[in-house]
């Protein structure tokens, strides 16, 4: 039986897997009994330092299913694929190096963003601005299970029938001990998994490299692309309007992305969450340039035959044929240590929203720690169980990483916009925060139907498109909230600051 | 200068600095986790004295 599912697998790679799986499941519930109050259990009480702080952003925000997104874009793009990652690149050590944001925000000590906009536009801004970042939160994230799951399958060769139990298996691993110990137990399996997820990363990109050779990278994206598969500017499927809207979705990602921005307010100081971000900014880069070369090699090995219309799938394919015994072991380990550290960071990171924000109408600050840890821990099952149905469901079409930024663009279009606003602009008012929070979300969520929608799936993929999309609702959300706040008489704003 | 240099370039930059970062960060790392849980402890024990 064992030997009919685990095709690709050996005992060996097995038992590193294995190992691993039982490190992180120990050291994650070996510190739920630091978890004293909620402020412990969301933000870790304040305490993360900086290079706990380094290993945990750059694992949470590698998963499997960044690693088959942007390997889905070298395949298809070549080289001009990494393109978003040297922006975020720059975005990231920008906005680390200058503050810009990122230094109001944590030196205001709340727990979340919306907690700062209440301080500047009022309660009802805060729990709209809730609901909108887990409204996107959740729809972006609900594509990671069935990634992680198929990636997997296909790179342990499993029986495709087994995806629904791996993806299962996988949840319930991450969710045990994030709900028991919080952020702590993310941040120290978070440790574990950066250097597990390194070691496989470089490992097999050096393989890689030795194995399919430079030459032959290059060549190959020549040959399929032309100069467009090294210049994303002249690459016909990508254009001025991919960099553009990249450009504004990586400042507004390092802005407000509630994954990394947990990790600048779970900072012991403000320069210390700064420094998060600067040393962590290369990182950014690495993750995007080092699956599109696994892209490209894809390309450059595989037939079309052997691809076939599914080219998510092109890069497992390659690595279940090209990565040796022992070598697999750590490279499924890797990739469960990358896709268990996301998973459980995103998990705890909207759930703190929905605790801290959305329900603050109904606890007012007022629960006890008891009752606000099992009322936080019961949203992380929650939020749990809403990935699985999510996940089994949910028909992705097209490119994935077109439908994370669509779905995360809900919310970081109006919230970078009001954060902006909310620090440097004093005008910035409730008028014209409301106005952005609901144009920032409208458009992305029209283009999704539109797209799922036979009437309207070409006039959504094929004229508007996902890029001019994305510069529209950051266009249309700034737009919202300048006319907004000057539309807003002065005696109203006077009044509000009063209460 | 192998072809298509900048790619080249950022390629062995990923490589070289990630692997280097990953070693740092491991030591560095595992003393942030001792202190932060150390600090925790404290912590939790204040209260109750």
């Known amino acids: ?499 | 200068m192998p072809e298509h240099w900048i790619w080249w370039t950022l390629t062995v930059a990923c490589v070289v600095w990630y692997s280097t970062i990953t070693l740092y960060v491991a030591i560095r790392g595992a003393f942030d986790i001792k202190g932060m849980l150390g600090r925790l402890s404290q912590l939790n024990d204040e209260p109750e004295k």
């Open chain 1, 1 to 499: 039986m064992v030997g009919q599912i685990m095709t690709h697998l050996s005992w060996i790679d097995g038992s590193i897997v294995g190992v691993y799986i039982l490190a992180t499941m120990v050291a994650g519930i070996a510190v739920r009994k630091y978890v004293g109050k909620v402020e412990h259990f969301l933000i870790a009480g304040r305490e993360m330092n900086l290079y706990l702080g380094i290993a945990s952003l750059a694992a949470t925000e590698f998963g499997i299913v960044t690693c088959m997104y942007t390997a889905q874009l070298g395949f298809k793009y070549g080289f001009a694929g990494a393109t978003p990652g040297i922006l975020a690149f720059l975005a990231m050590f920008f906005v680390g190096y200058t503050g810009f944001c990122v230094k109001p925000l944590r030196d205001a000590g709340v727990m979340t963003i919306p907690e700062l906009f209440e301080l500047r536009l009022g309660s009802r801004i805060r729990w709209l601005s809730g609901v909108v970042i887990v409204l996107g939160g959740l729809l972006n994230m609900g594509v990671f299970l069935r990634t992680g799951g198929e990636f997997l399958v296909a790179v342990c060769g499993f029986d495709p029938k087994y995806l629904e139990i791996t993806m299962t298996a996988l949840l319930v691993s991450v969710a045990v001990y994030t709900i028991l110990g919080g952020m702590l137990s993310v941040l120290v399996t978070d440790f574990l998994q950066f250097i597990v997820m390194s070691v496989g990363l470089i490992a097999v990109t050096i393989l890689i490299l030795m194995n399919v050779g430079w030459g032959r990278l290059t060549g190959v994206v020549e040959q399929q692309y032309g100069a467009g598969g090294f210049n994303p500017f002249i690459n016909p499927d990508m254009g001025w309007e991919y960099v553009v809207a990249n450009a504004l979705l990586s400042v507004a990602m390092v802005l407000t992305w509630q994954t990394t921005i947990q990790r600048l307010l779970a900072a012991k100081d403000t320069k210390t969450g700064q420094q998060v971000y600067t040393h962590t900014s290369f990182f950014f880069l690495c993750r995007w340039l080092i699956p599109v070369i696994w892209g490209i090699a894809a390309l450059a090995v595989l037939t079309p035959e052997q691809v076939g219309d599914k080219t998510l799938l092109a890069m497992p394919k390659l690595l279940s044929q090209i990565v040796p015994v022992g070598l697999m072991g750590v490279l499924v380990a890797a990739m469960l240590a990358a896709d268990m550290s996301t998973d459980s960071s995103y998990m705890l990171t909207w759930s703190s929203v929905i605790y801290n924000d959305i329900l603050a109408p109904f606890h007012k600050g007022q629960w006890t720690e008891k009752r606000g840890l099992l009322v936080s821990r019961a949203i992380v099952a929650a939020i749990g169980v809403f990935l699985l149905v999510y996940g089994l469901w949910y028909p992705l079409q097209g490119n994935l990483w077109d439908y994370l930024t669509v779905t995360g663009n809900i919310y970081l279009s109006s919230m970078s916009v009001l954060l902006i606003a909310c620090c440097y602009w004093k005008r910035a008012n409730s008028w014209g925060a409301a106005g952005a929070i609901i144009a920032g979300a409208t458009i992305p969520i029209a283009f999704l139907v539109m797209e799922q929608l036979p009437k309207t799936e070409h006039f959504a993929k094929d004229i508007i498109g996902p890029h001019f999309s994305n510069i529209a609702t950051y266009a249309v959300a700034a737009t919202a909230m300048v006319v907004g706040s000057l539309l807003k008489p002065p005696a109203r704003n006077a009044q509000m600051e009063r209460n």
